[in-house]
Structures are given as C-alpha cells and as structure tokens.
C-alpha cells in the first residue's frame, strides 16, 4: 500500500471523527470516506483502533527525536518543549480531545514518558529539589507530571479562546520554574 494511500484513510477517518462519535464510526464508512476498498485497509490495519494506535506511534517516535534533538536542559524547557511538540498536533489532538479520546492519547504518552523522564532526571539531577533516587518513584512523578501537562493541554483544546496558546504555554512554564 502506497504511503499516500495510508494517509487518506487516516485523514478519512479524522475527518469522520469530527462529525461522528468514535462508536458510530465503522470500517465502511473510512474506506467510503477514503474512496478505498475495505481489503487496502486490512493491508494496513486491522481496525479502527488499530489505525488510530499507528497514528499516536507515529506521534511518539515524533516525540521522542524531538526531544533527543532538542535536548532540553531545564524542567522548564522540557515542559515548554512538550507543548511545543503537541502544537505541531494540534488540530488532530483537538480532533482526538473533542471525540472524548483523550485518555487513549495520555495512555500512549504514558508508555514512553516515563522513561524520558528518569533519564532526563538521572541527566540533570542537579535540577530537582527532592532527591528521588529511585526509578519507580521517578516513573510516578512522571507520570504524575505528565498527567497534569496533558490535562491543561486537552482543556485548552477544547476552550482554545480562553487563553492564546502562548499565554497557556508560558503559564505551565512559569509554574515549573517556581
């Protein structure tokens, strides 16, 4: 299957995401939407969540040569590079955010983040007020972190005239600088 094939059936599908609940939204209806037979999807997935899952993959290996390259040296350059990152996404992420799929989006950050953190954390120890010398506690206070970050983030997507996205980003920022 072409590569441009594979992205109109996810562009298909994001497309009826906007306009149908996660549930309503069947096989038939993506390849119709993508003008595509059902057997070119199952070359390439085999489902819908299966689609969406290869879709947030593609985000986390973004997310994780960004970071590498970035190389962030501050928690607060961390925390303002991960919105930055997201921002690239915005418009699916809201997508995902307003279908009530946010937590699958944090349930993929979850599986990667972690490990960022204990090495960011074991990197630059000096940056941390408490000592955690333990990964399990690291994981947790990633996690912890993590799920704060994302839960601003996917409210703003939802109210996005509440704040500009600098405001909110500088906001976070600030808050981890303190």
Not at 56 to 78: F, G, V
Request: aromatic share 16%; proline share 2%; charged share 25%.
């Amino acid at each position: 299957m072409s590569q441009q094939t594979r992205l109109k059936i996810i562009d298909s599908f994001f497309h009826l995401l906007e306009q149908k609940s996660y549930e309503e939204i069947t096989v038939v209806d993506i390849v119709e939407q993508a003008g595509c037979s059902r057997k070119t999807f199952y070359r390439a997935f085999s489902d819908k969540s299966a689609l969406l899952n290869q879709y947030l993959n593609k985000i986390m290996d973004d997310w994780i040569a960004y970071a590498q390259q970035a190389a962030p040296s501050s928690i607060a350059e961390l925390v303002d590079l991960l919105f930055m990152f997201w921002q690239r996404y915005n418009e699916r992420l809201s997508i995902i955010v307003n279908a009530d799929l946010s937590a699958v989006v944090l349930n993929k950050f979850n599986q990667i983040f972690p490990d960022y953190f204990v090495e960011f954390h074991h990197n630059h120890q000096y940056l941390f007020k408490t000592k955690l010398l333990d990964n399990r506690q690291l994981k947790y206070s990633a996690l912890l972190r993590l799920g704060g970050l994302w839960n601003v983030y996917a409210q703003w997507l939802q109210f996005p005239d509440e704040l500009t996205f600098d405001e909110l980003r500088q906001m976070v920022k600030k808050d981890f600088e303190d």
